[in-house]
């Protein structure tokens, strides 16, 4: 069986699980607390970042080589358009919100949201045991933010490029489907798929596998005013709705 080493709340293991579950196929998820995380995937893997997938022998390490693997190996219900050209311009758009645009968008999330430290511990441990939630609130003011702000380089400047970007994302979204569904051809695709998963810090959608505490804190309700009425949010709720069936993680 198929394994995944994840976040429960992070877009790139959110791109893997999606492309696994249009697919239709069994998987196991070893589910990490971010910080704590380093401490598991380090010594076996040699990386402190996710996801990671193994599939018998196989093992990856990075976000779309996954996508490549599992288009190839498994091609039933498949991500990738048919004409030649449509696949190119596809994985071009997968490309560019997976290694650009998701950084960024990322980044200037969590600058709105990690003020809010006990909210953001909540939201990460719900698949864990009480005691391990209770330590983890108790443990990420003080050492796992800190690291998170080092590791992202998370400051208000480089927070408002991070604006800048994500609107940049939106705009691209709301300018390729202005006449039609979907960013390339007439079927849901992996362009489709990575875009709305970087994006879904924009909108979160209720479809998404993970249900976030409520009430949200004053950040991600301001983080998410900025974007309510941007037409290209309105599309990643609507492919949200159509194509991601909830799963619990």
């Not at 093992?59 to 490549?68: G, N, S």
């Not at 511990?121 to 009480?130: D, E, G, I, K, N």
């Not at 609130?137 to 080092?150: D, E, G, I, K």
């Amino acid at each position: 069986m198929i394994e995944l080493w994840a976040f429960n709340f992070s877009m790139y293991p959110e791109i893997v699980r999606w492309a696994l579950e249009h697919k239709g196929l069994d998987y196991s998820t070893h589910t990490l607390l971010p910080g704590p995380h380093v401490m598991q995937l380090l010594p076996r893997y040699g990386q402190r970042t996710v996801p990671v997938m193994k599939d018998g022998d196989q093992l990856f390490k990075q976000t779309l080589p996954m996508l490549e693997y599992l288009e190839s190996q498994y091609p039933q219900h498949p991500l990738l358009p048919e004409s030649p050209q449509q696949r190119e311009q596809a994985w071009a758009i997968a490309r560019r919100f997976a290694d650009k645009d998701g950084p960024w968008v990322r980044l200037a999330a969590f600058h709105d949201l990690l003020p809010h430290a006990s909210y953001m511990a909540r939201l990460w441990s719900q698949p864990f045991p009480t005691w391990a939630r209770v330590a983890y609130v108790a443990s990420f003011p003080v050492l796992v933010r800190p690291a998170m702000r080092a590791t992202m380089g998370i400051t208000a400047a480089r927070a408002q490029h991070g604006v800048d970007i994500t609107r940049a994302a939106l705009d691209f979204i709301a300018e390729q489907t202005r006449d039609r569904d979907y960013l390339v051809g007439e079927r849901f695709s992996i362009a489709d798929l990575v875009a709305a998963s970087v994006l879904f810090l924009t909108d979160f959608a209720p479809e998404y596998p993970v249900t976030p505490p409520q009430p949200y804190p004053a950040g991600l309700r301001r983080w998410l005013k900025r974007w309510d009425s941007h037409p290209g949010t309105a599309w990643v709720h609507r492919m949200y709705g159509l194509h991601r069936n909830r799963a619990a993680v």
